[in-house]
């Protein structure tokens, strides 16, 4: 069994910068892991709807509308989508509005011609309703990429309604560098799909960052700032602070190497290109990022939770600088998939190695 990690501090360029290293680290105590719902597949994404109810995407294809007791049914008129590897039904974000508007976003891969890209639509869930109706496709990444790898996909709407999303390179790693492209960038956009990026000279007009390689989670902090969480190559493994018009650098500079062992790009640091706030090498293979914000545990607010699929525990980031100082690894926390702070004050998470959904709350 894989030894858990620790962080320890890598001053570089007058930059503190967290890194995660195999040694001892505490769990977290005084709390309960407790089945909300099962029988998933590969479940991939929550959020959570007025009244206690739940949205559960499963990455091949379906959308769960998730009772408080656990009992779930599908909601049908998802828009057409590409199951292939990485690829399918991907996140899922109640509207801030939706007690007026009903609305939902989704992402997903979609066929483009004899590739696929990521895209987003919106769509409107009735009272009720088993069927999402007025679905609306709002974006879709520049086509041109083939493969089954690296789609990103987390939605984060903004408190002025703006939509941030993430997207993978596709496995297309000088693609990232390409501002013509959207591979390997954040996107901004407002809901009816009308671009509102950084504005970088020859840049697509909803390219908001750019130079990520695969992020897969994605949050706001307390103070409205947009957080990812991507996947590195062997080891590198990110958590980055997004700025407007920042390059993130892959596959120019990062931490880790090529799974061939090989060096990456022109090694850890280059002008102009941002350094993470934290990198674990090894990979942890991070997904869903949250910032827990609820009343349950007031010693966990203001700190993140990233999952971890590959180690199959949730890592609680803190400090500055950041750095993991505790873990919560039992038998549920099997490839951690997405975690949420639930509206109830719990921290809520989606195993896909159970293929079930939990909550947790102090014991």
Aim: hydrophobic share 40%.
């Amino acid at each position: 069994m894989p030894k858990p990690f620790t962080p320890v501090l890598n001053l570089c360029r007058g930059v503190a910068i967290a890194v995660a290293a195999l040694a001892a680290l505490p769990a977290l105590a005084q709390y309960r892991v407790t089945l909300v719902a099962e029988g998933f597949f590969v479940p991939w994404a929550l959020d959570f709807l007025p009244g206690g109810a739940m949205l559960v995407t499963d990455r091949e294809g379906t959308l769960w509308q998730v009772a408080q007791d656990g009992s779930k049914h599908a909601i049908q008129g998802l828009p057409e989508m590409a199951i292939e590897g990485q690829g399918g039904l991907l996140d899922v974000a109640v509207a801030r509005d939706f007690a007026t508007t009903r609305r939902i976003y989704l992402s997903y891969a979609k066929s483009q011609g004899r590739g696929s890209g990521t895209a987003l639509a919106r769509a409107v869930l009735p009272q009720g309703a088993t069927r999402l109706t007025q679905v609306q496709e709002i974006f879709q990444i520049s086509p041109g990429s083939r493969g089954g790898r690296h789609f990103g996909g987390r939605i984060v709407e903004t408190p002025d309604g703006a939509l941030f999303l993430t997207i993978g390179e596709r496995a297309d790693r000088p693609s990232a560098q390409d501002l013509t492209r959207h591979n390997g960038s954040v996107i901004r956009i407002h809901p009816d799909g009308t671009p509102v990026g950084a504005g970088l000279p020859g840049a697509l007009p909803e390219i908001w960052s750019y130079g990520h390689r695969n992020p897969q989670g994605a949050a706001l902090d307390s103070q409205g700032r947009l957080w990812v969480s991507e996947h590195g190559a062997r080891g590198g493994d990110e958590v980055n602070l997004i700025k407007r018009g920042a390059n993130y650098g892959w596959p120019v500079i990062a931490y880790g190497r090529h799974y061939s062992g090989l060096r990456i790009g022109e090694g850890t640091h280059k002008e102009g290109m941002e350094q993470p706030e934290l990198y674990w090498d090894p990979s942890i293979a991070p997904s869903g990022l949250t910032f827990y914000d609820g009343a349950l545990f007031p010693d966990w607010r203001g700190d993140a939770f990233v999952g971890s699929l590959k180690f199959d525990y949730i890592a609680r980031l803190s400090g500055q600088p950041l750095q993991e100082v505790a873990q919560i690894k039992t038998p549920e926390t099997l490839r951690v998939r997405d975690v949420q702070t639930g509206p109830d004050g719990a921290l809520w998470f989606l195993s896909e190695g159970q293929g079930a959904l939990y909550r947790i709350v102090p014991d």
